[in-house]
Structures are given as structure tokens and as C-alpha cells.
């Protein structure tokens, strides 16, 4: 190899990439996924939950669990297991858009 090849070489070789820099990473990237895989997960655990208070809030407001032993007592197993609804959306959609409870009844004189 030649004295000009080797100068020719050496100019060339400020051009190619570096290879320590050739895969950069970037934490702010990964952050927002995270975040929003956490925030995912957070919003299908609080939908279960809120899925299974409402199937129990129906299944007590429609007596679907009576205890057979003490009348006017409430078989707690039954609550675990009951399907008060047919799908586990309607109620999802029933404790998503009835989020205000009703008001209490009012006692007293009625003016």
C-alpha cells in the first residue's frame, strides 16, 4: 500500500459511523411505554373489580342469593360465584354509567 493510499484511507476514515454510537438508546421512550403499560394494566384490574362489585350490588338488590338455613340472611359463597347478569359488560356498562348514587329517601313532613 502506497504513501496515498494510506492518506487517502486515513481521510476516509473520519466518514464511517462509530460503532459504540451506531445503536443509541433513549430512556424516554422506554419510560412512556412503561407507563403506559402500567396504566393498561391498572385500567383492566380496576374494570374486573368493578365488574364483580356490581355483579354482587345486583345479585343483593334481586335476592339471587338467599341462605337456605336462616331465612332473611344472605349465602356469602353464592356472592362469590353468582352471574346476576348474563354478561360480565352489562355490568361493566351499568357501574360506568350509573356512577351518582340515588338519593336517599327523605322522612319528615312533606311540605
Known amino acids: 500500500m502506497s504513501d496515498a493510499e494510506r492518506d487517502i484511507l486515513k481521510i476516509y476514515e473520519g466518514s464511517r459511523p462509530r460503532e459504540e454510537d451506531l445503536f443509541e438508546t433513549s430512556n424516554v421512550n422506554q419510560l412512556a411505554w412503561t407507563l403506559v403499560v402500567i396504566l393498561a394494566f391498572l385500567i383492566v384490574w380496576l374494570s374486573i373489580a368493578i365488574v364483580n362489585a356490581e355483579n354482587q350490588r345486583y345479585a343483593l338488590m334481586t335476592n339471587k342469593c338467599p341462605d337456605q338455613l336462616f331465612k332473611g340472611e344472605i349465602d356469602r359463597q353464592c356472592l362469590v ?15 360506568v354509567t350509573h356512577v351518582n348514587p340515588p338519593e336517599p329517601p327523605k322522612y319528615g313532613k312533606q311540605k
Open 81 to 95: 360465584h353468582v352471574h346476576a347478569r348474563d354478561h360480565w359488560w352489562e355490568n361493566w356498562w351499568y357501574a
